[in-house]
């Protein structure tokens, strides 16, 4: 007599095929990779300190607790940000299954139970798997370790297939682009203060507050300030003005317009007021400037 219970297969979102590699480094505050590509997926985890990451055009900063993915074939490299040496963890591995769009273009904030899980996959991956060369661990091939717990190899694949899983479910997630670094003047600079930058850049014909840039920023005054200050030790204004001199320079060296004109192309309250300003910053008045560049 036959039964009526009804067997209902397993849905797979995520298969896993092959394994890469599964490695953790900590490395120097200056360490330096001239960057790869490959036809695999990459997952990095940065469990202290932070660095530098690029993805295709995307030059971002990877914070400690921060997770993001390469895409096969997408070009990326990693540097140390010369302050604090970090420690990272990666994995990379095959797979072809639909859902891994997700991971695409974004940065995970990892919490308390995502990181438990990471660091059970790791213990379990690390268990069964070596480095074929571990003091050159990126692009190196990695060997079975013989004997291994029972069932390590199949407990390495469950578990970053759970962990992928539970990240799809993630809702505190970045975007690359949103923690986009930018290396201006010789500073990296995360993309909110280079929004700054450029809008006062693009206003140098102009005559902007604080509270101008704050409005276009739609950040609070006291976080606009501190932000910036991370990077540079003048004030916005004192950076705004910085700019307008460095514009005023270049007009005076084309020599179409006189310094009345240049001062009020730029937006001074007065002639007396640009040279004080032009002096402050040259430690010349704009006509020593202008007989300096006769001279030379």
Same mark, same amino acid.
């Given at each position: 007599? #036959?039964?009526?219970?009804? /067997?209902?297969?397993?849905?797979?979102?995520?298969?896993?095929?092959?394994?890469?590699?599964?490695?953790?480094?900590?490395?120097?505050?200056?360490?330096?990779?001239?960057?790869?590509? $490959?036809? &695999?997926?990459?997952?990095?985890?940065?469990?202290? #300190?932070?660095?530098?990451?690029?993805?295709?055009?995307?030059?971002?900063?990877?914070?400690?607790?921060?997770? !993001?993915?390469?895409?096969?074939? %997408?070009?990326?490299?990693?540097?140390?940000?010369?302050?604090?040496?970090?420690?990272?963890?990666?994995? !990379?591995? %095959?797979? $072809?299954?639909?859902?891994?769009?997700?991971?695409?273009?974004?940065?995970?904030?990892?919490?308390?139970?995502?990181?438990?899980?990471?660091?059970?996959?790791?213990?379990?991956?690390?268990?069964?798997?070596?480095?074929?060369?571990?003091?050159?661990?990126?692009?190196?091939?990695?060997?079975?370790?013989?004997?291994?717990?029972?069932?390590?190899?199949?407990?390495?694949?469950?578990?970053?297939?759970?962990?992928?899983?539970?990240?799809?479910? $993630?809702?505190?997630?970045? !975007?690359?682009?949103? /923690?986009?670094?930018?290396?201006?003047?010789?500073?990296?600079?995360?993309?909110?203060?280079?929004?700054?930058?450029?809008?006062?850049?693009?206003?140098?014909?102009?005559?902007?507050?604080?509270?101008?840039?704050?409005?276009?920023? #739609?950040?609070?005054?006291?976080?606009?300030?501190?932000?910036?200050?991370?990077?540079?030790?003048? #004030?916005?204004?004192?950076?705004?003005?910085?700019?307008?001199?460095?514009?005023?320079?270049?007009?005076?060296? %084309?020599?179409?317009?006189?310094?009345?004109?240049?001062?009020?192309?730029?937006?001074?309250?007065?002639?007396?007021?640009?040279?004080?300003? &032009?002096?402050?910053?040259?430690?010349? !008045?704009?006509?020593?400037?202008?007989?300096?560049?006769?001279?030379?």
């Amino acid at each position: 007599m #036959g039964d009526n219970f009804t /067997r209902l297969s397993f849905e797979k979102v995520i298969n896993i095929e092959k394994i890469i590699t599964i490695f953790y480094m900590e490395l120097s505050k200056s360490f330096a990779y001239k960057g790869e590509k $490959h036809d &695999f997926w990459e997952m990095v985890y940065i469990d202290k #300190g932070e660095m530098i990451c690029t993805a295709d055009k995307n030059r971002f900063v990877l914070k400690s607790g921060e997770m !993001t993915f390469h895409k096969p074939n %997408e070009y990326h490299n990693l540097s140390g940000n010369n302050d604090v040496a970090p420690n990272v963890s990666i994995i !990379t591995f %095959e797979c $072809h299954s639909r859902a891994m769009h997700y991971f695409e273009g974004k940065i995970f904030k990892l919490d308390a139970e995502e990181k438990a899980l990471l660091s059970m996959l790791f213990t379990e991956g690390l268990s069964c798997y070596r480095l074929v060369d571990e003091q050159n661990p990126l692009l190196q091939n990695l060997v079975k370790i013989e004997p291994s717990p029972y069932g390590s190899s199949q407990m390495t694949k469950n578990l970053l297939e759970v962990f992928l899983i539970r990240l799809c479910r $993630h809702t505190d997630v970045l !975007t690359k682009k949103m /923690r986009r670094s930018y290396l201006i003047d010789g500073i990296d600079v995360p993309y909110p203060v280079k929004e700054i930058l450029d809008y006062l850049q693009q206003n140098i014909y102009n005559k902007i507050t604080i509270q101008d840039v704050v409005r276009h920023t #739609g950040k609070s005054e006291s976080t606009v300030k501190a932000l910036f200050a991370r990077y540079y030790s003048e #004030g916005i204004i004192h950076h705004y003005n910085s700019l307008k001199i460095k514009e005023a320079r270049k007009l005076i060296r %084309e020599g179409h317009y006189n310094f009345a004109q240049i001062s009020d192309m730029l937006h001074f309250d007065n002639p007396q007021y640009f040279s004080k300003c &032009f002096k402050r910053f040259t430690n010349m !008045t704009p006509r020593e400037y202008k007989a300096s560049i006769m001279k030379l």
